[in-house]
Nanobody, 124 residues
């Protein structure tokens, strides 16, 4: 059974930076794709960034491209999200997720394993 635990959420001013971490336990092989999603109040869960093992197959939502960077440490079963130039519209609960298979996807329904989420609040 795969378990994911996020950390690093905080309240920051617009223009600031945060790094989110996701620690995985259980069996997360190199054949798992991992991703970050976010959900703001009253909105659907949105795929933010996704990555395969060894940093391959990374992709970003247009809204965060050039501001956010996803990375992965397979030895630690960890995935990270470096967030720069944060905007108030980035405010949301951020979730780490994993799915078997390497096919590119930012569809929440395709991800099997989820963390409990970590709150990011950006004030103007």
């Amino acid at each position: 059974q795969v378990q994911l635990v996020e950390s690093g959420g905080d309240s920051v001013q617009a223009g600031g930076s945060l790094t989110l971490s996701c620690a995985g336990s259980g069996y997360i092989s190199s054949f798992y794709r991992m991703a970050w999603f976010r959900q703001a109040p009253g909105r659907d869960r949105e795929g933010v960034a996704t990555i395969n093992s060894n940093g391959a197959g990374a992709g970003y939502a247009d809204s965060v491209k050039d501001r956010f960077t996803i990375s992965r440490d397979d030895r630690k079963n960890a995935v990270y999200l470096q967030m720069n130039s944060l905007k108030p519209e980035d405010t949301a609960i951020y979730y780490c997720a994993a799915k078997r298979g390497l096919a590119y996807s930012v569809a929440a329904g395709e991800y099997t394993y989820w963390g409990q989420g970590t709150q990011v609040t950006v004030s103007s």
